[in-house]
């Protein structure tokens, strides 16, 4: 079986998270990513919140799979000239520079447009045009630019970024679609575009229920959200709103057995309308199934905080995975609070591919987050992240034709900085 991206080849250009994070994807589908790094130092993410000295850090042994390293001084004379043979051997050239940085090594779109008139240029930013457009910027400023800080966390609290990273690998994924929507109008027009993503702009379109309710708050107040039954006024903004389920049925997060102890012990549950009875029976409530007070979603309401406290007192007397086999079978919506312990260790993850373990010449065997996307007809492997330079020579031979002669000669200039000591050594 093929993989569904095999014959694209990628110049990747990316860095930290957001970049790399789509060029990844592409890699987990076939394609032949091909990531410029600059010599001796690379992506920063190879020397950053190290767990082993002098080894390439899981930030970026986690975003690196599946792709081909070479290093390139893009400043250099000989380095660009590389460059410019690789943007002509390529069919999407992908970067998260900061604003300007790609224009001052003289790659603009315009020359690359030119160069291959069926190159797909795709880049990541911190904001689109205006304001803050020459920004750098990082995960946690595009949640709160986004929408998201300020409608997570508690009414009564700060506003609070998510420990999901949506600006970065969220945009990623954004640009990840936005280069395949492209290539595939390439297949009928024959030509390369710009794809631009903002993370401001994939943040907002992650949060876009709360654009939703921003609106609906023009009309009323929001009934789904707790305050609204705690008879707290709305102000002119969307609120934070805890851990509310978004969906118009009253959820919480609650206490199980065990908490006192783990800081995991905890269940998601909705109150969801069509469960009601079968949830009554279960917390050992019946009469609230007709009790007009409780009967109904409207009569619920004002009560959310008491009924909540009474399942909370049955939800502590199981563990999280007791309540869910009993609820399950009712089909009340639910769902354990899962640390990252269990997320590693859990078995089903691991079977289908998105826990994956990866052998690293330098690093040995470590987890990673496989390709969470699954084709039936195209499979899709984990292989480990390049280390630094370690396919200079294959790339100017195989990909770009040089000869040994011009290799050397390219090395002994200095456009391609030194092969990794351990690579040397081996
Ligand atoms: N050879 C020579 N120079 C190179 C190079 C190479 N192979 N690769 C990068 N550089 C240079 C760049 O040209 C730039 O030089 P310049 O400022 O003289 O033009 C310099 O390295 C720094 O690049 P920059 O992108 O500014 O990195 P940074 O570490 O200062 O900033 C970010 C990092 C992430 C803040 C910034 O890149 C950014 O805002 N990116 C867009 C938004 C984004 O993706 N953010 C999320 C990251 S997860």
């Not at 969470?372 to 195989?398: M, Q, W, Y």
Request: hydrophobic share 35%; net charge negative; glycine share 10%.
């Amino acid at each position: 079986m093929a993989k569904a991206l095999e014959g694209v080849r990628i110049l990747d250009f990316t860095h930290v998270q957001s970049g790399p994070t789509c060029t990844q994807l592409l890699a987990w589908f076939g394609a032949d990513v091909i990531k410029v790094e600059r010599p001796g130092a690379g992506d920063a993410t190879r020397q950053q919140l190290l767990d082993i000295p002098d080894v390439d850090g899981l930030y970026f042994t986690m975003l690196n799979h599946n792709k081909r390293s070479m290093t390139i001084d893009s400043k250099h004379p000989k380095g660009k000239e590389v460059l410019w043979r690789l943007i002509k051997e390529c069919d999407v050239l992908v970067e998260n520079f900061a604003p300007g940085a790609l224009a001052r090594m003289g790659l603009t779109w315009e020359k690359i447009h030119e160069a291959n008139p069926r190159m797909i240029l795709a880049s990541v930013k911190g904001f689109g045009p205006g304001r803050y457009e020459d920004c750098k910027v990082y995960e946690n400023v595009a949640q709160c630019a986004g929408g998201s800080a300020s409608t997570t966390g508690f009414r009564d609290g700060i506003p609070m970024v998510t420990g999901a990273q949506i600006g970065d690998s969220g945009t990623g994924l954004h640009l990840a679609l936005g280069i395949v929507t492209a290539l595939y109008h390439r297949t009928h027009s024959g030509l390369g575009q710009k794809v631009d993503c903002a993370m401001q702009d994939s943040v907002l379109n992650l949060c876009r229920v709360k654009l939703r309710d921003q609106q609906r708050l023009a009309h009323g107040p929001l009934h789904e959200y707790s305050q609204f039954g705690e008879g707290i006024p709305f102000g002119d903004a969307v609120p934070r709103a805890g851990n509310d389920s978004g969906g118009g049925q009253p959820g919480r997060i609650l206490k199980c057995k065990g908490h006192e102890h783990d800081p995991n012990a905890y269940i998601y549950f909705i109150t969801q309308a069509a469960v009601w009875g079968p949830i009554c029976d279960i917390i050992g409530e019946p009469g609230w199934k007709t009790d007009p007070g409780y009967a109904t979603p409207k009569a619920r309401l004002p009560h959310l905080n008491e009924i909540f406290t009474r399942i909370e007192a049955w939800t502590m007397t199981k563990t999280k995975f007791e309540a869910m086999d009993i609820l399950n079978e009712f089909d009340i919506p639910c769902g354990p609070i899962l640390s990252m312990k269990e997320i590693a260790e859990d078995e089903a993850l691991r079977a289908t591919g998105t826990i994956v373990e990866v052998d690293h010449p330098t690093r040995g065997k470590y987890l990673s987050v496989g390709n969470p996307i699954k084709l039936s007809a195209s499979p899709s492997d984990v292989t480990r992240s390049p280390l630094l330079g370690e396919h200079n020579d294959e790339i100017l031979r195989d990909v770009l034709g040089y000869s040994q002669d011009e290799i050397a000669e390219i090395a002994d200039s200095g456009a391609i900085g030194a092969v990794p000591t351990k690579m040397a050594a081996e």
